[in-house]
């Protein structure tokens, strides 16, 4: 009785989630073409095609567009400070700070400052931005005022002990997340020193509000909790989905056929 007891404890620790209620989205942007999207504090939409960036405000309208033809893709934006969105093109290794009507303020060439393969950034504060170089293998934080680094992190293959290639990289106002789908995600303090590796692996999208880490993983939504390391899966209507975004009590997915928004269930924490 005791080992049977002893294996139902074990099986369900291992393989079952706590899966909230099914969501169906209260609201569905179909989109043709959708190469990313973003959402900022005040739950504006700002979608990625190509080369031209859209920002929308929270009810779909559209509001503002940028593009650079010369500088052709954008790779990456971040919308953390809604006031100043960063651009990132990586065939360029530049990054681009808009305004909130997403004209072109100021630009970093990381190639000027002896950084030739740059591949994400992420907004810090209001004068430091993060990116990750390839070429080093490290994470740095840059100053756009002084234009110097002022923190980086270990070579991170010196840091897990093996080869990687990272996916993706966001920060919070005193966290840096880096994602690498065969190991985990990395979670680094302001400073740039390892704390510890979240281990969940093959993240395909992740965004992070407040205390709970939100990811996609195999087409699917999950969250887990950066305080009891729970991970809960959440069950939505819309299926083989590539991002996720949370802001507020929305959380936003998308897949080939557009973009849909939820409300956060009752049974998971807010911010």
């Given amino acids: 009785m ?26 569905s942007y179909k989109l043709s073409k959708l190469d990313n999207f973003y959402v900022d504090q005040f739950q504006n939409l700002y979608v990625v095609n190509n080369a031209e960036l859209r920002k929308y405000d929270p009810t779909y309208k ?29 065939d360029w290794n530049e ?7 997403l004209n072109a303020s100021t630009a970093i ?42 923190n980086s992190s270990l070579n991170i293959t010196q840091i897990i002990g093996a080869e990687n ?34 281990p969940i692996k093959n993240v395909e999208s992740f965004c992070v509000q407040g205390k709970e880490l939100y990811y996609v993983q195999g087409g699917k939504v999950f969250l887990y ?16 989905l590539k991002n996720v975004r949370v802001a507020g009590k929305r959380l936003y997915t998308s897949n080939k056929e557009g973009i849909g928004v939820y409300q956060l269930p009752a049974s998971i924490s807010k911010q």
């Fill in 95 to 101: 990054v681009v700070v808009v305004d909130n009507r």
């Fill in 62 to 90: 559209q509001l503002y567009s940028y593009s650079n033809p010369l500088k052709g893709t954008i790779n990456q934006v971040d919308v953390m400070n809604a006031l100043n969105p960063y651009i990132f093109y990586k």
């Fill in 165 to 198: 290639m990272p996916h993706s990289m966001i920060s919070t106002i005193n966290k840096v997340y880096l994602n690498i789908p065969e190991k985990g995600i990395l979670l680094f303090d302001a400073l740039g020193s390892l704390q510890k590796t979240i």
């Fill in 225 to 240: 909790s950066l305080t009891t390391s729970q991970v809960d899966a959440i069950d939505l209507k819309d299926k083989d």
């Fill in 109 to 150: 060439n990381f190639n000027d400052y002896g950084f030739l393969d740059v591949l994400f950034i992420s907004f810090a504060d209001q004068d430091n931005v993060w990116f990750y170089d390839q070429g080093t293998d490290k994470m740095y934080l840059f100053n756009l005022q002084s234009k110097k680094v002022v």
């Fill in 2 to 27: 005791i080992r049977s007891t002893l294996l139902a404890i074990l099986f369900s620790t291992v393989t079952c989630f706590a899966q909230s209620e099914v969501n169906v989205p209260i609201a």
